[in-house]
């Protein structure tokens, strides 16, 4: 028999790994995806944030494709993933997170990359559990993720096959279904112990933390964009600034996002031609971008928050430049705006 | 991890024309891995890419992503604030 080939999902999680490696242990050549959908945690908070230094830089998806001594293709599909985040067919979880739909779309990616006759694999591997996660990963959405995606019994989960129907690849032996597992429920025991077994000493968190629309405040600020747009739109740089800074809306029509240390005004610095912006003059402060279309009078109040997180938060008066995107600089002096009179509604 | 050193006498030259260029300039990890993943698989074995980013993330991330595809790292420098990372494509 010819060797077969399967396409995996790589999130960079422990589950993935170790479903490539029962796979890989059958004989089967792997290689694995990678998809970026923009909303991805580890990545962009270690190149943001100044105090995320010191945790190692590395991309878990490409370590872990290195410790199975893999291949690992990422496809950027943010685009495409907008109708996912904007339209998911069957909801969302706890916040934002389309789950579900997300599996199934990128499955349903995996099998396309996969069965291009150029690339010729057999058949898909996700590192799915029966029940450890409550919205995509339980025992009624596992045939809606193998239908929905196209993939039907082309899609393997090793970690769980026992508790499933046979899929092809098992039924024509491409795989011995006795070596493949039963896990299920929430406990993370049972891949501990198969991690073990298989020589893997070190591995990322448990998946579910990679994925910002899983977060209740990065939700929040998702949508009170589209609230104060008036439309559920985004574009890479939206979900990119949401990662960052301190969001304070005063009305509608205007937010300020604020650095809350070195590392972010840096990474705000890049923004700074495309919106208007704040620097505070003479006194230590952070970078301030202005989202919307503030009037003069908002501009002024937006200097007294900014001042507020400034070194002259104590200060009768200071400096603060305005930044036009037209190249015009405005020089302000301003009264810091006190904590107690920054309303809580306004941090979004 | 690779660790990006100042330009050194006998550093690649920008003006090299047979050198494949990426500039992932403000792009931030995996972009520009996927940017020279993209640019890589339209160049035969043998052909030279070099990678221009500015997160630090590159220096680890891309020699990763060479690791695994079997692509070698010819070397990797800062210029001006900039990293530049040289690949080979090779056979895989």
Redesign the interface.
């Known amino acids: 028999m010819m060797q077969k080939k399967a396409v995996a999902l790589i999130s960079g999680g422990l589950d993935s790994m170790l479903a490539a490696k029962v796979v890989m242990e059958e004989g089967v050549h792997v290689e694995g995806l990678?998809f970026?959908t923009g909303f991805?945690v580890e990545?962009?908070t270690?190149?943001?944030r100044a105090r995320h230094q010191a945790r190692?830089?590395?991309?878990n998806?490409?370590?872990v494709?290195?410790q199975l001594?893999?291949?690992?293709?990422?496809?950027?599909v943010s685009e495409q993933y907008k109708d996912i985040v904007l339209r998911p067919k069957h909801g969302y979880g706890q916040h934002l997170n389309p789950c579900l739909d997300c599996k199934i779309f990128m499955v349903n990616k995996a099998l396309a990359w996969g069965f291009m006759d150029a690339n010729g694999f057999d058949f898909v591997i996700t590192g799915e559990v029966i029940g450890q996660r409550p919205k995509s990963q339980r025992k009624a959405t596992m045939p809606i993720i193998a239908k929905e995606s196209g993939a039907d019994d082309l899609l393997l989960r090793p970690l769980c096959a026992k508790r499933l129907a046979p899929t092809k690849p098992e039924r024509e032996g491409w795989v011995d279904r006795a070596r493949l597992h039963g896990f299920e429920g929430r406990s993370r025991k049972p891949q501990m112990a198969l991690a073990a077994q298989l020589g893997f000493t070190d591995y990322a968190q448990p998946a579910g933390g990679c994925c910002f629309l899983t977060d209740a405040a990065y939700a929040a600020k998702l949508s009170d964009l589209w609230q104060a747009r008036g439309e559920r739109d985004y574009d890479l740089d939206d979900i990119?600034l949401l990662k960052v800074g301190r969001h304070v809306r005063p009305a509608r029509h205007y937010k300020l996002i604020v650095g809350r240390e070195a590392g972010e005004n840096r990474f705000l610095e890049?923004y700074r031609k495309r919106f208007l912006h704040l620097r505070m003059v003479d006194v230590e402060g952070p970078l301030a971008l202005i989202d919307g279309a503030p009037s003069r009078g908002d501009v002024r109040l937006a200097a007294r928050v900014l001042a507020r997180y400034s070194q002259g938060r104590d200060a009768a008066q200071v400096g603060v430049s305005a930044h036009h995107t037209n190249g015009v600089t405005e020089a302000l002096q301003v009264v810091p705006l006190p904590a107690s009179e920054i309303p809580r509604a306004w941090h979004v | 991890m690779s660790e990006a050193t100042e330009r050194p006498a006998g550093a690649p030259d920008a003006s090299n024309a047979s050198v494949h260029e990426v500039d992932a300039r403000g792009l931030l990890c995996p972009l520009p891995v996927i940017r020279a993943q993209d640019a890589a698989g339209t160049l035969a074995p043998g052909g030279l890419l070099d990678v221009f980013a500015t997160d630090p993330g590159t220096l680890h991330d891309i020699p990763a992503w060479c690791a695994v595809h079997g692509h070698r790292v010819v070397g990797t420098w800062r210029e001006r604030g900039d990293i530049r990372i040289r690949i080979e494509v090779c056979e895989t």
């Open positions: 990678n970026y991805c990545g962009h270690h190149a943001i190692p830089k590395r991309n998806a490409l370590w494709a290195q001594g893999i291949k690992l293709h990422i496809i950027d990119m890049g």
